[in-house]
């Protein structure tokens, strides 16, 4: 691993009796794109907050390129941030709102022009200096804060939901510009997002949080394939979490029945979790199938119907199919031992789990 540009170490963040920060220990490399994802209220955005000077820390260091800078304001590190609602200027055009940080360092007019075309070709939107905030989609405000953000040469760029506020369509063209635009400029990216699906599209590495811990994290195929415990099994994604027993390495015992599987290191007899994801179960005849379930309901989604069906221990499956089938019909369903992913059982996640759901209820 190369030396990390940020680093957390044990860092907590307490305000009056409650931890917003849990020992936070956390590494940013140089030129990767990071994504913070967890819930409202997981500690996202102090952490982001954290990084760039806004918030001091109950205990703990704050890294920049191996000096500690938990005493250095904002304006002094070495990165900015893109908050959700931009903060752009409305008294000032996008020619100006770009340049603003390079007029308050006092650099050459000449130099300023050069730059701010520089930038606003890179966010494509060269023709677009003299427009006013106020005649610009939501969109183009969006590309003229990472305009502003990214002029300054910073070596971290710290964004903060800066999509939320955009309908489906643009958000996801905008991931496509995000992570183009962060390739290109090798810059560091830190992305704060609630958002399964953009984080697992635009990232190179994932931070797993929730109730003020970074629970998991990895690379986008790492955290999706293998989630390290029942709540990010079922935040990332969908997910078909049954009990079961591990009877040997590679063999799991689930309904009653033994099945091959690719998971290794588990004591013999310990309680897991077995999960398996919607898209990975195919639907055959009866006879053919591992497993038998009765179909419940069924949804068209656009490119395949959702179905959801339970077997006879009253577990309930989701199945993505692309082709329908028939409300209370008896079908099976196959999946590879690849397609498992064993977790041991906690007991105090499970607890908490049917408390939530007995709330939500």
Request: negative net charge; glycine residues 6%; aromatic residues 8%.
């Amino acid at each position: 691993m190369n030396k990390p540009i940020v680093e957390l170490k044990n860092v907590y963040k307490k305000f009056n009796d409650t931890t917003i920060l849990n020992n936070i220990n956390l590494k940013l490399e140089a030129g990767q794109f990071y994504t913070l994802l967890g819930p409202s209220g997981s500690g996202k955005t102090t952490i982001l907050r954290t990084i760039a000077g806004f918030n001091d820390v109950t205990s703990g260091e704050v890294l920049f390129q191996g000096k500690k800078i938990n005493s250095i304001p904002p304006h002094q590190r070495n990165m900015n941030t893109v908050f959700q609602n931009y903060a752009l200027f409305p008294n000032m055009n996008v020619y100006e709102n770009v340049a603003f940080g390079l007029r308050i360092h006092k650099v050459p007019e000449a130099e300023i022009k050069q730059r701010v075309q520089e930038v606003l070709h890179l966010v494509q939107l060269d023709n677009y200096g003299d427009r006013e905030i106020s005649e610009l989609s939501g969109g183009q405000q969006q590309r003229v804060a990472i305009a502003r953000a990214v002029i300054n040469q910073p070596k971290v760029l710290l964004l903060d939901e800066p999509l939320s506020a955009l309908d489906a369509k643009l958000r996801k063209d905008m991931q496509y510009q995000l992570r183009s635009l962060q390739q290109r400029l090798g810059i560091t990216f830190l992305f704060v997002t609630h958002d399964q699906e953009e984080a697992l599209a635009m990232s190179d590495v994932i931070f797993v949080m929730n109730d003020g811990k970074i629970l998991q994290q990895g690379s986008p195929v790492d955290i999706y394939d293998e989630p390290i415990n029942h709540f990010v099994a079922h935040f990332i994604g969908e997910s078909n979490i049954i009990p079961g027993k591990m009877i040997s390495d590679f063999h799991v015992e689930f309904l009653g029945h033994t099945f091959e599987c690719s998971d290794a290191g588990i004591p013999a007899n310990e309680s897991v979790e077995v999960v398996i994801r919607p898209e990975d179960l195919v639907i055959v005849p009866v006879d053919q199938g591992k497993i038998k379930v009765k179909v419940s309901t069924q949804l068209f989604r656009g490119d395949y119907y959702e179905i959801i069906a339970f077997d006879q221990q009253d577990n309930e499956w989701l199945i993505h199919s692309t082709k329908p089938t028939i409300d209370d019909s008896i079908i099976g369903l196959t999946f590879e031992p690849d397609d498992m992913h064993i977790m041991r059982y906690n007991e105090d996640e499970h607890n908490f789990n049917q408390r939530l759901e007995s709330y939500e209820e």
